[in-house]
């Protein structure tokens, strides 16, 4: 099955900097690959994702790239608020499941 | 309105007792999940069901029976409560899958057995 590796586990910024989650999957076959922010109580929430015939997509402060050929893919948030503070979980899937990294936690020091 | 709604949202119950949580979703989704998050937060599927028909069920153990009604339910029962199963439990529905459009998530059941 799939297994989805995500580092660091926690990390602190101070506000204004940049912030980068990286994470590795084993199935060649997952073509779906979201990121997901979940604040402490409540439920995840879709931030951005991308598909696997693309390489990089961008919202505002928020951009997802990926690497197929090294399966790999990276969150970058620029320009960190402390409303970013939360855990931010990657994942992979081929369809019918989501396979989850362990989570990062991001403090935005302010 | 909620897209995805589940009840209860606190669930404290004894050992060896039969629970169940319910999940509704207005979004017109053929797809619906259960995930289960443990207390180190990582997020693992448990069942997926696309229009009503069981199409992933990720080892969990039989006292776990999901059922769907319709496809726009998607419960979970339990059976002999053991303490491991303290977690928190969402339930998640997207279309024909997660490839094609987003999963939105239930808040959440938090499930504690004493």
């Known amino acids: 099955g799939e297994n989805v590796e995500q580092h660091p586990s926690t990390l602190s910024v101070q506000e204004g900097d940049s912030a980068v989650i990286k994470c590795t999957y084993s199935?060649?076959?997952?073509?779906?690959f979201p990121w997901y922010k979940q604040e402490l109580g409540k439920r995840p929430q879709l931030i951005i994702d991308?598909?696997?015939?693309?390489g990089e997509k961008k919202d505002q402060r928020i951009a997802v790239t990926l690497n197929k050929t090294a399966k790999h893919f990276s969150l970058h948030i620029t320009e960190t608020q402390p409303e970013d503070s939360a855990v931010y979980f990657c994942a992979a899937s081929n369809d019918y499941k989501l396979s989850f990294g362990a989570g990062t936690t991001v403090t935005v020091r302010a | 309105d909620t897209a995805v709604s589940q009840t209860p949202k606190y669930l404290v119950t004894q050992m060896g007792n039969d629970k169940s949580i319910k999940c509704e979703q207005n979004?017109?989704?053929?797809?619906m999940y259960w995930y289960k998050q443990d207390s180190k937060k990582f997020l693992k599927i448990m069942f997926s069901?696309?229009?009503?028909?069981?199409?992933i069920n990720e080892t969990v153990p039989n006292r776990f029976s999901p059922k769907s009604p319709d496809k726009a339910h998607l419960n979970l029962h339990i059976n002999s409560l053991e303490l491991g199963d303290s977690a928190v439990y969402f339930c998640a529905s997207s279309q024909e899958g997660h490839s094609n459009t987003e999963a939105f998530f239930g808040q959440g059941t938090r499930l504690t057995v004493v």
């Open positions: 979004l017109g989704h053929d797809t």
């Open positions: 991308i598909r696997s015939n693309v």
């Open positions: 069901y696309n229009n009503k028909e069981l199409i």
């Open positions: 199935d060649s076959a997952s073509n779906y």
